[in-house]
């Protein structure tokens, strides 16, 4: 018998390398025809003057006291104020308001892959993980069964510093907050906005209550809105973690949960509970839930801090939402942040994808001078939703699939399939480093999503077969394969087959800036609930309503 399993060991070390050599192959093929598209395109955007001054809207009241306003942004959380910064250092005159400016008490939006801290770099705010406590995060650690395993994120080729970072949502906010107000264009304002100011088809501008209950309006022509996530959670008190600097991912029944350290003294714990209806934390089933379901799954490291914080009452619940991206090009609007893109925040991918967003949005603007003819500045900015496509939708694809990989199912199949997946990452070598590479957001490519996915079912399948296949195990094998096709394709389809994989392909990827000037709003927060007497336009309402939605469910 030892024979055999030596064997059957060995013979699944082959499939595993032969698989991973054929997919690295295409791979290859694939990343240096994307390079020659990115090199031939490059004088559309690269080597043009950063703007020196912004230019008045020059359609009423302006926001700003200096005479006009570049860039509305509504909302300065993680998004909004990273944007306000990166324009306002860019020249534009910026005005943010902000329903509050007092720090924010989230639950989410608390750990930063090393993608997202590259980006922090990039837009020069990478100081703002200092000074709140930050914990650096250096890769997770997966536990199933008794059993755990650590991936470390593959970070040799980074400067030292590069690294995950797990924070005080609140803290590192503020930081942003403080960071984009130091600049002398950029304007900070307490208010709510409750309605978006269109005309002849063309956002110009918000309507907002201020701090005071006035009633003003603001005017620019490009309109960026965000809503926040949601999930459900609680602190953990003076806990040490099984393996420090790592998030932990338990494979419990019947979801996951995740901890990752958000100070010196706390850490985060996110338990997912499945289904639109969550037990009552005022009637004490919350309580119940997490001490008879979820506390027996919690290593026995950490289990005592775990009842401890039940016992402390300090549980929260904030819904969790995946609304794919879907384009809605209007003269003077643009969507960001989670009004626009949402995924599981199980690889706590948001932020990446905000950040990445903003880098994106930051160079195309670059080029131009001033911001005021909103439908071409509109059509212009169509490629925005084109060329943010790699990082999002490898970091969307793979938050959706993991999470059904990686929840518990009375399908055996499934079943199978997840067994798979935490011993193929187990496995080490380019097994783990691909996949973390990709959860870490350093390896943004679809391509090589879908591979390690596929690469994961068919290590299942092996296993099946071995020693001896029967007709009960073939079987398997086919819904296993089936079953990971129903997984992935649909979150692929709702991305974008095009977009995602043939980026080049679509028109707008190669789309110049345009060369008259222009004028910008950008709106990234909340709206309060629609007003009767709001603008009836048909974006506004879309905005309006998606915003006062989500923010009430929250």
């Known amino acids: ?74 909302g300065a959380g993680v998004a909004g104020s990273a944007l306000a910064y990166t324009l306002g250092k860019d020249g534009r005159r910026v005005h943010v308001i902000e329903r509050d400016l007092t720090e924010p008490d989230r639950i989410v939006g608390e750990l930063l892959q090393p993608g997202g801290y590259l980006k922090l770099i990039e837009l020069g705010l990478e100081d703002c993980v200092e000074e709140i406590d930050a914990q650096r995060v250096l890769g997770y650690a997966l536990f199933k ?70 009633e003003l309006k603001a005017f620019a022509p490009l309109t960026i809105v965000d809503v926040p996530s949601c999930f459900v959670g609680l602190v953990l008190e003076n806990c040490q973690l099984p393996h420090p600097n790592h ?61 401890a ?35 599981h925040p199980l690889t706590g991918g948001g ?69 798979a997946c935490f011993d193929y990452l187990s496995l080490g070598g380019v097994f783990s480093n691909g996949p973390i590479a990709l959860l870490s957001g350093l390896n943004p490519r679809p391509l090589s999503l879908v591979a390690h996915f596929f690469a994961v079912a068919i290590y299942g399948v092996g296993r099946l077969m071995l020693p001896l296949p029967s007709p009960k195990r073939m079987w398997i094998g086919a819904r296993l394969i089936s079953g990971a096709c129903g997984i992935i394709l649909p979150i692929i389809k709702a991305e974008g087959v095009r977009q995602m994989f043939f980026p080049a392909t679509v028109p707008a990827y190669y789309r110049a800036a345009p060369a008259a000037e222009y004028c910008v709003i950008a709106l990234v927060g909340e709206l309060s609930k629609p007003t009767p007497d709001a603008t009836s336009g048909k974006m506004e309402r879309l905005f309006t309503w998606i915003a006062w939605k989500s923010s009430r469910e929250c």
């Open 1 to 74: 018998m030892a024979a055999v399993a030596a064997g059957a060991g060995v013979g699944l070390q082959l499939i595993g390398a032969a698989a991973a050599t054929l997919l690295a192959a295409v791979l290859v093929a694939v990343v240096l025809g994307r390079r020659r598209r990115l090199v031939a395109r490059a004088p559309l955007v690269e080597g043009k003057p950063a703007p020196e001054d912004g230019c008045a809207v020059g359609d009423g009241e302006g926001a700003a006291g200096d005479g006009g306003t570049d860039v509305i942004i509504v």
């Open 145 to 214: 069964d008794g059993r755990n395993t650590k991936l470390a994120y593959p970070l040799e080729k980074f400067h030292s510093d590069v690294a995950g970072r797990s924070f005080h949502n609140g803290r590192f906010i503020q930081r942003m907050r403080q960071k984009a107000a130091s600049l002398p264009n950029v304007q900070l304002e307490q208010g709510t906005v409750t309605s978006l100011l269109e005309e002849t088809g063309t956002v110009k501008g918000v309507q907002y209550k201020t701090k005071s209950g006035e």
């Open 247 to 307: 998030g932990h991912v338990i494979l419990a029944n019947p979801s996951p949960i995740l901890f990752y350290p958000i100070s010196s003294t706390e850490v985060r714990c996110l338990v997912d509970v499945p289904g639109q209806k969550v037990p009552s934390i005022a009637s004490g089933e919350m309580a119940n839930y997490l001490k008879t379901v979820v506390a027996p799954q919690i290593p026995p490291e950490i289990y005592d801090s775990f009842i």
């Open 309 to 343: 914080a039940i016992d402390k009452g300090s549980i929260r619940t904030m819904p969790n939402r995946s609304m794919p991206a879907a384009p809605h090009p209007t003269p003077g609007a643009l969507l960001m942040g989670d009004a626009f893109n949402m995924r």
């Open 351 to 419: 932020m990446t994808v905000a950040l990445s967003d903003i880098v994106v949005l930051r160079n195309l603007l670059k080029p131009l001078r001033n911001l005021h003819d909103a439908s071409s500045l509109s059509k212009y900015l169509e490629s925005f939703y084109t060329l943010r496509k790699p990082v999002a939708s490898t970091i969307n694809t793979l938050a959706g699939a993991l999470y059904k990989v990686f929840s518990a199912s009375p399908d055996q199949a499934r079943n199978e399939m997840r067994q």
